[in-house]
């Protein structure tokens, strides 16, 4: 307590609010850098690790989208686990009629090589479920250091959530890291969202015997 003469006087108490301030949040670049929202800190460093909801709609600007909110993450996976083996399984023959089969030794192969390096999307509302995978491959020639995208593949039922555009800017930026002066993949005519996103991306389609 403070003494002020004859008289106790009570300490103001300190208004939390006048200390902050506001901060513009923005979305990821893969969405457009699109601004989402704003929140208060008393301290930038406070700001990480904090999460805002927006809807689809939001991010997408399709009406259609404006009941949807979705938390997924992407990751390297390092180490092997029946979850990503079986979650392998289910997706690959979604990307391709020619599967035949995947095993754990295949798995633990490209985990352990020093060229190849495989990415999960997890569902972190649906107990981090396994929804999408890519595959960087990188390797160098004598004109520099290149990149190749491979076996892109978003789950059926978690498709047109941007999933896929995610994954392919996290593809980018793995290759960016490696130092690559070209990224290339491959993809199927009859492909043609998965065509369509690649182009809306920067690549360039180049006719192949």
Same mark, same amino acid.
């Given at each position: !307590?403070?003494?002020?003469?004859?008289?106790?006087?009570?300490? =103001?108490?300190?208004?939390?609010?006048?200390?902050?301030?506001?901060?513009?949040?923005?979305?990821? *670049? !893969?969405?457009?850098?699109?601004?989402?929202?704003?929140?208060?800190?008393?301290?930038?460093? $406070?700001?990480?690790?904090?999460? %805002?909801?927006? *809807?689809?709609?939001?991010?997408?600007?399709?009406?259609? $989208?404006?009941?949807?909110?979705?938390? +997924?993450?992407?990751?390297?996976?390092?180490?092997? #686990? %029946?979850?990503?083996?079986?979650?392998?399984?289910?997706?690959?023959?979604?990307?391709?009629?020619?599967?035949?089969?995947?095993?754990?030794?295949?798995?633990?192969?490209?985990?352990? #090589?020093?060229?190849?390096?495989?990415?999960?999307?997890? &569902?972190?509302?649906?107990?981090?479920?396994?929804?999408?995978? +890519?595959?960087?491959?990188?390797?160098?020639?004598?004109?520099?250091?290149? #990149?190749?995208?491979?076996?892109?593949?978003?789950?059926?039922?978690?498709?047109?959530?941007?999933?896929? =555009? !995610?994954?392919?800017?996290?593809?980018?930026?793995?290759?960016?890291?490696? &130092?690559?002066?070209?990224?290339?993949?491959?993809?199927?005519?009859?492909?043609?969202?998965?065509?369509?996103?690649? =182009?809306?991306?920067?690549?360039?389609?180049?006719?192949?015997?």
């Amino acid at each position: !307590m403070l003494y002020h003469g004859d008289y106790m006087a009570k300490p =103001r108490k300190r208004d939390p609010w006048k200390s902050k301030e506001w901060y513009n949040v923005y979305a990821p *670049s !893969m969405f457009g850098k699109q601004h989402i929202g704003e929140t208060p800190a008393d301290d930038p460093k $406070k700001l990480i690790g904090r999460t %805002i909801d927006v *809807s689809g709609k939001e991010l997408s600007g399709d009406f259609k $989208k404006s009941h949807l909110k979705l938390h +997924f993450k992407i990751n390297e996976v390092n180490e092997f #686990s %029946i979850e990503i083996l079986e979650s392998l399984q289910k997706l690959l023959p979604q990307l391709t009629k020619n599967y035949k089969s995947f095993n754990q030794n295949d798995l633990n192969e490209i985990i352990n #090589s020093e060229s190849t390096q495989l990415f999960i999307a997890q &569902d972190l509302d649906q107990q981090n479920k396994i929804v999408g995978t +890519f595959t960087l491959v990188n390797f160098k020639i004598p004109t520099g250091a290149t #990149s190749r995208i491979e076996d892109v593949v978003v789950d059926k039922d978690w498709r047109g959530y941007g999933i896929g =555009r !995610m994954m392919m800017l996290q593809a980018i930026g793995y290759a960016k890291k490696n &130092d690559t002066t070209k990224i290339e993949l491959t993809s199927h005519h009859s492909r043609i969202e998965a065509n369509n996103l690649y =182009r809306s991306l920067g690549f360039k389609q180049i006719e192949t015997n």
